[in-house]
T-cell receptor
Framework: GESVGLHLPTLSVQEGDNSIINCAYS??????FIWYKQESGKGPQFIID?????DKRQGQRVTVLLNKTVKHLSLQIAATQPGDSAVYFC????????FGAGTRLTVKP | DGGITQSPKYLFRKEGQNVTLSCEQN?????MYWYRQDPGQGLRLIYY???????QKGDIAEGYSVSREKKESFPLTVTSAQKNPTAFYLC????????????FGPGTRLTVT
């Protein structure tokens, strides 16, 4: 069946380095994608979104890349900080929103 | 100050008791959702409501019930029929009408012993 998934369940980076979190999706009809950040014991927070008619979108220190050919979504975080440590989810939308399992990002000082 | 509130943050119940989790939003959103999150897993949809007085089952509705009598409120009842109720429960809302971005509450951690 259609699903949203992530390549890696955990990612550890050094403070100041760039982070790249990946997400694979299988529903070619998905037309809207969101990255959420979830800190321990809290609800997910919106980071950035992208529509299927775009291949790149930038925010403050974050960039989302969409490759529709291989059905791949990535979140790039520049100059990763300790406050970026969290679980990051991708979500895809066709008629409703479906979430991936998440990647836990740990930032080492 | 707009947002979604869930209460309480932590809830403890004995097995066999029903328990109701609160979710309130003042964003004037039409759609509201309930998710369950287990350790190391993604969000699983329990119930959703796209409009007042209407709601639909999600992927794991068995053992749960909801109501949507008011636009701003979408309480979830975890019944004694739910086999494994201990989990982190998240409520979300979206504007609806093609606006898919969901805004989440802080969650309620339910422990049933």
């Amino acid at each position: 069946g259609e699903s949203v998934g992530l390549h890696l369940p955990t990612l550890s980076v050094q403070e100041g380095d760039n982070s790249i979190i990946n997400c694979a999706y299988s529903n070619s009809a998905s037309d809207y994608f969101i990255w959420y950040k979830q800190e321990s014991g809290k609800g997910p927070q919106f980071i950035i979104d992208i529509r299927s008619n775009m291949d790149k979108r930038q925010g403050q220190r974050v960039t989302v890349l969409l490759n529709k050919t291989v059905k791949h979504l990535s979140l790039q975080i520049a100059a990763t900080q300790p406050g970026d440590s969290a679980v990051y989810f991708c979500a895809e939308t066709v008629n409703d929103m479906r979430f991936g399992a998440g990647t836990r990002l740990t930032v080492k000082p | 100050d707009g947002g979604i509130t869930q209460s309480p943050k932590y809830l403890f119940r004995k097995e066999g008791q029903n328990v109701t989790l609160s979710c309130e939003q003042n964003l004037n959103h039409d759609a509201m959702y309930w998710y369950r999150q287990d350790p190391g897993q993604g969000l699983r949809l329990i119930y959703y409501s796209q409009i007042v007085n209407d709601f639909q089952k999600g992927d794991i509705a068995e053992g749960y019930s909801v109501s949507r009598e008011k636009k701003e409120s979408f309480p979830l009842t975890v019944t004694s029929a739910q086999k494994n109720p201990t989990a982190f429960y998240l409520c979300a809302s979206s504007a609806g009408g093609g606006a898919f971005e969901q805004y989440f509450g802080p969650g309620t951690r339910l422990t049933v012993t």
